[in-house]
């Protein structure tokens, strides 16, 4: 591995820390839809990049160990940088890969421990079409996937609202589940873990989906005030309330809901017009950290190649 190749895996790693600030435009300058497919498909390859650079950097590290290098066939050592520089180097990515790989499935299994007692606890409950009530004296709401999908709701909940707030809050969850908002979620979750500078856009990419919600429920109902005002008092009422649902069960009440409330109240004429430059830097940033991840795989694969005696270099 040369310098070159060295410097080009670092340049996955480093890219995601410029994503946020463009997050927070793509939020405020595009529509909720677009703003939603585009920071996710964003999170889902610096992440896979990132994870990429980080396995290539490992390999490195383990074809320098002899017992290793001779499973590999190696007849002689790769061409790396300093030792001083490329076992440390390879050592903080197996720390990383380990870290990721430790967190990730924890949160799974935590999360899909949370889906299931979700649904066998909406299973007993006789429901009115999509929709499901479970009696707790806490506030909550709540767009459950599976099949068949659910809007789960307590009894709390719905005597927090009126009849109107309540089908404002029913045609949110409903946009999520229609949308299917939860597979957002579980990659923005997934996202998260690989990269800390990708939790901030997993931040981003909830608020998005809610954000489509939003829209979705105040065109439903008619009344861009009375899905804010519901919106408002179902966080409320749910803010300090527990919750058992899973991270990628979309619900109302969650996210910065000051700033949904501002969004649904804004004139039409005040809304955010389209930049398209930010989607373009965004996918400029997707090729760049792709290319260079592709560029440095193939550069190890080929020193790998010679190593074992088959190409020249």
């Not at 939603?36 to 074809?63: E, M, Q």
């Not at 320098?64 to 499973?71: D, E, I, R, V």
């Not at 990730?104 to 889906?115: E, T």
């Not at 179902?234 to 309330?241: D, E, K, Q, R, V």
Request: aromatic share 2%.
């Amino acid at each position: 591995m040369t310098a070159l190749l060295l410097a080009l895996i670092l340049v996955p790693l480093l890219l995601p820390f410029a994503a946020p600030p463009l997050a927070r435009r793509v939020l405020d300058r595009l529509p909720p839809t677009h703003a939603l497919s585009i920071l996710t498909a964003t999170a889902l390859a610096l992440a896979a990049s990132c994870a990429a650079a980080l396995g290539t950097l490992v390999l490195t590290g383990l074809l320098k160990l002899p017992p290793l290098a001779a499973l590999g066939e190696l007849i002689h050592p790769l061409r790396t940088p300093s030792d001083l520089l490329m076992l440390p180097a390879a050592t903080l990515a197996s720390g990383a890969l380990a870290l990721t790989v430790c967190t990730l499935g924890r949160s799974a299994l935590r999360q899909i421990g949370a889906f299931r007692t979700a649904r066998t606890q909406a299973g007993r409950r006789p429901a009115a079409g999509d929709l499901c009530v479970i009696e707790s004296p806490h506030a909550d709401a709540y767009a459950l996937p599976g099949r068949p999908h659910r809007i789960v709701v307590t009894t709390a909940m719905l005597r927090t609202l009126n009849a109107a707030e309540r089908e404002a809050l029913f045609a949110h969850e409903r946009a999520h589940n229609r949308a299917g908002h939860h597979y957002f979620l579980a990659a923005a979750e997934l996202c998260a873990h690989c990269h800390p500078a990708l939790r901030t856009l997993r931040t981003d990419i909830r608020f998005a989906a809610e954000r489509v919600a939003d829209e979705a429920a105040a065109s439903a109902v008619g009344d861009r005030r009375l899905t804010a005002r519901a919106i408002a008092r179902a966080a409320l009422a749910g803010h300090a309330a527990p919750s058992t649902r899973p991270d990628f069960a979309p619900a109302a009440t969650t996210g910065p809901v000051p700033r949904r409330v501002t969004a649904l109240l804004s004139p039409a004429h005040g809304r955010p017009r389209a930049a398209p430059w930010i989607a373009l830097a965004l996918a400029a940033g997707m090729a760049l950290s792709a290319g260079t991840t592709t560029a440095a795989v193939l550069g190890v694969h080929h020193q790998v190649e010679v190593a074992q005696g088959e190409e020249h270099d």
